[in-house]
């Protein structure tokens, strides 16, 4: 008998309820309808595809540009009895004929397929001789050349729409601002279907920024109070950096791995492997490691350097807390970042359009970084969304101290012209302070008027002034490599006294509010002991399987398993994310070990 899209939500992945706008979207993808899907990381976006690829008569082609993604939905699904595989170049001959031949004969649900091959004459002429349930793009913003991930192969997914009219298809991305999301709809013929745009707010991950001062210091610091024995990623910009990191941390007693182009693909691979399967691991990488990594237990995203935008940044922090529970997206930046983002900028072959909409994006990066407001607040309205202030964010929890700026400003932006616009910050800022320096004295710069005149503030204080009015616009920096700093315009009104200018003071020394979201914090304290033995199961039955043990049970469901300590098999369908097939894989096991502590705790 045909199910419902609700009953087999129910029966199969084991959830009660939709959620968001994923029952339109479903509806709509199992009518015949075409559509394009922009829902945060962690929303429930497969679900929008694999269950109408379920509903829908013939096999749900996935397109996917990473391999990593593809193995563990593969794994995930095989794991609910869904007919799954993926077809890509970690395969052999033999067994890249094996699944050819099962999408022939209809044997399989659902197929994961890189761009590369789906585009082969080979493989589409197998799809021309099956049914084709539905086209799922995954990662769709690879489409757009506007994006942070352009893959120039997506551009060829056009074909899909003229060779195969009436099926559907469905484009999907946790990132896209409207340029990125016009693109994708033009680039992929996309212009019938159905736009839904979910809320871009991740309300379970804490967003802070701090001034670098020792970013490694300052990463152990954070990892230490707030994350120890938690799965995180470290971004950093350079492959040297990668390296250097990872090496230190595990000196340090933190277990971590780097991750890079520049490494041997063997040992990339292997990597990541481990940090798939392994619990308590933290991953160094560039932005080479991440995208369609499918890790729920991360609870940590920190960055050492400023991404290029708040496309990018959302992307990566987006890694952190896909199972819902509480997750830190936690960054230091400082001026050199802000250099070294617009020298890339400025140094690409990209068109003088293309680099002009980089250098906004930079500076909404900046002003969200420099922000005095809430926060998610900034990063919602960026995407076109809203929210009240969150209460989870470093300026919601320790809102800074503001003053009225607009006298420092005048002396910052003053000094700047006065050397000649040909100096960065580190000198401007000894000028200010009246550092007595063979330099100084030898360009003439102690008989400048502006010298001295900032002894009020700290040399950390005045960075924090630079920051701020670069992120307002009142000053640029040089992209010519040295990093010297220009006034711009709209400078003017402020050297006149015409406009006012408010600033946030930088404290020296000023704490991080902690936040409370380690693994220990992931459940109640009467609760602990008892999610621990159900994670060394699941750490075992994974192990057994070859899978990594959040596709066995994510952690959010063996808490909901501790919190209600469920005694029979129909109690223990109710935990979310317990369907049919895992309960009867894995029901009595873990209900053992339920039975099990409760008898001790009551001997105890």
Request: some cysteine; hydrophobic content about 40%; aromatic content about 6%.
């Amino acid at each position: 008998m045909p199910q419902t899209p609700l009953e087999l939500l129910r029966s199969t992945f084991g959830f009660e309820a939709f959620r968001g706008h994923q029952a339109e979207v479903i509806d709509h993808v199992v009518a015949g309808g075409d559509a394009l899907v922009v829902m945060p990381t962690g929303g429930g976006k497969s679900l929008c595809y694999q269950v109408p690829g379920l509903l829908r008569s013939g096999v749900a082609v996935v397109v996917s540009p990473l391999i990593a993604l593809m193995q563990d939905q593969v794994a995930a699904l095989r794991q609910l009895g869904v007919r799954a595989a993926a077809l890509n170049s970690t395969l052999d001959l033999a067994e890249a004929a094996e699944v050819e031949k099962a999408i022939r004969l209809e044997e399989l649900d659902i197929v994961y397929v890189a761009p590369e091959r789906l585009l082969t004459d080979r493989f589409l002429h197998h799809l021309d001789h099956c049914r084709v349930a539905l086209f799922a793009i995954d990662e769709a913003h690879c489409v757009s050349q506007w994006g942070h991930d352009f893959r120039p192969e997506y551009l060829q997914l056009t074909l899909l729409h003229e060779r195969y009219p009436d099926v559907p298809r469905i484009a999907l991305t946790a990132t896209a601002d409207h340029q990125t999301r016009r693109d994708i709809v033009d680039r992929l013929a996309l212009g019938s279907g159905r736009i839904f745009v979910a809320g871009f707010d991740r309300p379970n991950i804490r967003y802070r920024v701090a001034p670098k001062q020792d970013a490694r210091s300052q990463l152990l610091r954070f990892i230490e109070a707030e994350h120890r024995g938690d799965s995180g990623i470290v971004y950093c910009n350079t492959r040297r950096a990668v390296d250097e990191t990872a090496t230190w941390l595990t000196g340090r007693g933190i277990a971590a791995l780097p991750y890079h182009a520049g490494l041997d693909r063997a040992d990339r691979a292997a990597h990541q492997d481990r940090f798939l399967r392994e619990e308590g691991l933290v991953m160094v990488a560039t932005i080479a490691f991440g995208m369609g990594i499918d890790k729920p237990d991360v609870r940590f995203v920190a960055h050492l350097d400023l991404p290029k935008s708040l496309e990018a940044y959302y992307q990566e922090t987006g890694r952190a807390g896909r199972d819902g529970l509480a997750s830190d997206a936690w960054m230091v930046y400082g001026l050199a970042d802000v250099v070294r983002v617009r020298q890339l900028i400025e140094g690409s072959a990209a068109p003088d359009t293309q680099k002009r909409l980089e250098r906004q994006k930079l500076d909404a990066l900046l002003g969200f970084c420099e922000t005095v407001q809430c926060r998610r607040q900034v990063l919602l309205a960026y995407f076109g969304d809203s929210c009240e202030p969150c209460g989870n964010c470093d300026t919601c929890l320790e809102p800074p101290e503001v003053f009225d700026g607009t006298e420092v400003a005048q002396k910052l932006l003053s000094c700047v012209y006065r050397t000649g616009q040909r100096f960065g910050a580190g000198h401007v800022i000894d000028i200010l302070r009246g550092r007595d320096s063979e330099r100084i004295r030898q360009l003439g710069h102690d008989r400048l008027s502006t010298w001295g005149i900032g002894k009020e503030l700290s040399a950390n204080q005045w960075r924090s002034v630079v920051r701020q009015l670069l992120a307002s616009g009142l000053l640029v920096v040089d992209p010519d490599g040295h990093g010297a700093l220009h006034v711009a315009a709209e400078c003017r009104a402020v050297l006149k006294g015409e406009r006012r200018i408010a600033l946030r003071r930088e404290v020296s020394g000023r704490p991080a509010g902690k936040s409370a979201t380690s693994r220990s914090a992931v459940i109640e304290d009467g609760d602990r002991a008892l999610f621990e033995e159900l994670r060394a199961l699941r750490r075992r039955l994974a192990d057994e399987q070859g899978v990594p043990p959040y596709v066995i049970f994510h952690d959010s469901t063996l808490a909901d398993m501790a919190q209600r300590r469920p005694g029979s098999r129909q109690s223990l369908a109710n935990v979310s994310g317990v369907g049919g097939r895992k309960l009867e894989l894995y029901g009595d096991a873990f209900l053992e070990v339920i039975t099990h502590h409760q008898s001790m705790a009551r001997v105890s």
